[in-house]
């Protein structure tokens, strides 16, 4: 696979799934528990030949280049889409210049505060359930920029409540 094949999905994503997923499969890997993993920098950086520094950076959030993102991969049997969350992704760009594209500042301003918001006061949602339902709400904003907001909210509730997938969530709201 040359690296004009392979796409980062969602960039933001990325940056926050390649740490925990490398972080999983090197603890796994390197025999390390959950609790003490003291030292697994280390052996990614050697079985790698990479930096200490490289992989600290990595564990930051910075998403390393194809060549070397195929070698983890390789290393840790598994994919380069896996390692950078491709698989379960929420579509979209990110960035506020493209979402200021297709929905006014304020408004975008207002959906994300009330889905901040909803985020706070929420049990038992996962972090893909909630990306995907702000997608979703920033999705039919786009479409209806007249929304109001008693209107933004009650979507956000309903999608927080039904999910992805459209099944209910127990115990999803406060």
């Given at each position: 696979?040359?690296?004009?094949?392979?796409?980062?999905?969602?960039?933001?994503?990325?940056?926050?799934?390649?740490?925990?997923?490398?972080?999983?499969?090197?603890?796994?890997?390197?025999?390390?528990?959950?609790?003490?993993?003291?030292?697994?920098?280390?052996?990614?950086?050697?079985?790698?030949?990479?930096?200490?520094?490289?992989?600290?950076?990595?564990?930051?959030?910075?998403?390393?280049?194809?060549?070397?993102?195929?070698?983890?991969?390789?290393?840790?049997?598994?994919?380069?889409?896996?390692?950078?969350?491709?698989?379960?992704?929420?579509?979209?760009?990110?960035?506020?210049?493209?979402?200021?594209?297709?929905?006014?500042?304020?408004?975008?301003?207002?959906?994300?505060?009330?889905m901040s918001e909803?985020?706070?006061?929420?049990?038992?949602?996962?972090?893909?359930?909630?990306?995907?339902?702000?997608?979703?709400l920033l999705e039919?904003?786009?479409?209806?920029?007249?929304?109001?907001?008693?209107?933004?909210?009650?979507?956000?509730?309903?999608?927080?409540?039904?999910?992805?997938?459209?099944?209910?969530?127990?115990?999803s709201q406060s």
């Open positions: 696979m040359g690296s004009e094949e392979f796409r980062v999905a969602n960039k933001e994503w990325a940056k926050r799934e390649f740490p925990k997923r490398l972080l999983r499969l090197a603890i796994e890997k390197h025999g390390y528990s959950e609790d003490d993993h003291y030292g697994v920098n280390k052996d990614i950086a050697e079985l790698l030949g990479v930096s200490r520094s490289a992989v600290t950076r990595w564990m930051g959030g910075v998403v390393p280049g194809i060549e070397n993102l195929m070698a983890i991969a390789d290393a840790y049997e598994t994919t380069p889409a896996h390692l950078v969350g491709n698989d379960d992704a929420p579509p979209g760009q990110f960035s506020l210049s493209a979402l200021e594209e297709s929905i006014p500042r304020p408004l975008l301003i207002h959906v994300l505060t009330v909803l985020r706070t006061n929420a049990t038992n949602l996962t972090d893909a359930w909630f990306a995907e339902a702000t997608v979703r039919l904003v786009s479409q209806k920029p007249e929304m109001s907001p008693q209107e933004i909210m009650g979507h956000a509730y309903e999608l927080l409540k039904k999910g992805p997938a459209g099944e209910e969530k127990n115990g």
